[in-house]
Nanobody
Framework: QVQLVESGGGLTQAGGSLLLQCAAS????????MGWFRQAPGQERELVSA????????YYADSVKGRFTISRDNAKNTVLLQMNSLKAEDTAVYYC????????????????WGQGTQVTVSS
């Protein structure tokens, strides 16, 4: 069982940066691949980035590639999402999630979710 808490969201201008953090409780953190998802009003929740349990493999949506960086520190039970060159289109609630499935690029495999943190980018 994993409990997840996001932090670091807020309001910034276009071109700015934010660092999102996900803190996980429990002693089995390194058994889960981790993902960052986002959902804007009226839109489907989408996978933004994901990282394998050991951190050796990563995924980025085309819309954020080159601007966002995902990382994890299994010793600290944390996952980070560094967001640079932010655009108004990045405005959404961002969620941290965990999956024990090998198919960690599918949203329906994620078992545990944080409450979300709001990111707002002014244009």
């Amino acid at each position: 069982q994993v409990q997840l808490v996001e932090s670091g969201g807020g309001l910034t201008q276009a071109g700015g940066s934010l660092l999102l953090q996900c803190a996980a409780s429990g002693r089995t953190f390194n058994s889960y691949a981790m993902g960052w998802f986002r959902q804007a009003p009226g839109q489907e929740r989408e996978l933004v980035s994901a990282i394998s349990r050991g951190g050796g493999s990563t995924y980025y949506a085309d819309s954020v590639k080159g601007r966002f960086t995902i990382s994890r520190d299994n010793a600290k039970n944390t996952v980070l999402l560094q967001m640079n060159s932010l655009k108004a289109e990045d405005t959404a609630v961002y969620y941290c999630a965990a999956t024990s499935s090998a198919n960690w690029l599918r949203i329906d495999t994620y078992d545990y979710w944080g409450q979300g943190t709001q990111v707002t980018v002014s244009s």
